[in-house]
């Protein structure tokens, strides 16, 4: 079996390092591939949680 992921956004903040300190007043910008549309956003503020996953 083959898994294939693709980048469809990527996550931008003013951390540098990644220690698990004080993460909570850090606020964390979601940029769209440029093949997403912004539509992709539509209504996201309905919201209460966004589960972002991630692959190192």
Excluded: C, Q
């Excluded at 980048?7 to 997403?36: C, F, K, M, Q």
């Excluded at 966004?50 to 692959?55: A, D, Q, R, S, V």
């Amino acid at each position: 079996m083959e898994i294939k992921l693709k980048t469809i956004a990527t996550v931008l903040n003013s951390r540098r390092t990644p220690t698990d300190d004080h993460w909570g007043p850090v606020i964390s910008e979601l940029v769209l591939a440029e093949d997403i549309p912004d539509e992709a956003f539509e209504n996201i503020t309905r919201f209460s949680h966004l589960e972002i996953i991630y692959f190192f």
